[in-house]
């Protein structure tokens, strides 16, 4: 599975984003997929992720309702809209992905798939 990660840019604090993420190679119907971000000079976190059947997602606590992470699998694609953007928001947001079957993890170290980032800078 390849996944391409984009939608990122400049917003002012306040502002609007939706990323996008896009595989090919295989469907990603039964995939759990995730969203992490990597700001300069600190270690990757994770920001929200879906399950396969798009039933169950979970988010970090910093995201506090502004963040939704959701799924076309017809188009096989995977969201992350995000609202109320702050300067702290800032960073490389990666998609990722994983087969498998209960409720969606949120340690990068359980994803097998990754895209290759697109950056959110956020100005105040």
């Known amino acids: 599975v390849q996944l391409q990660a984009f939608g990122g840019g400049s917003v002012q604090a306040g502002g609007s984003l939706r990323l996008s993420c896009t595989a090919s190679?295989?469907?990603?119907?039964?995939?759990?997929m995730g969203w992490f971000r990597q700001a300069l000079g600190k270690e990757r976190e994770f920001v929200a992720a879906i399950s396969g059947s798009g039933d169950d997602t979970v988010y970090a606590d910093f995201v506090k309702g502004r963040f939704t992470v959701s799924r076309d699998d017809a188009k096989n694609t995977l969201y992350l809209h995000l609202n109320s953007l702050k300067p702290e928001d800032t960073a490389v947001y990666y998609c990722a992905g994983k087969w498998g079957y209960g409720g969606p993890p949120r340690t990068q170290e359980d994803y097998i798939y990754w895209g290759q980032g697109t950056l959110v800078t956020v100005s105040s």
């Open positions: 190679g295989r469907m990603i119907s039964t995939y759990h």
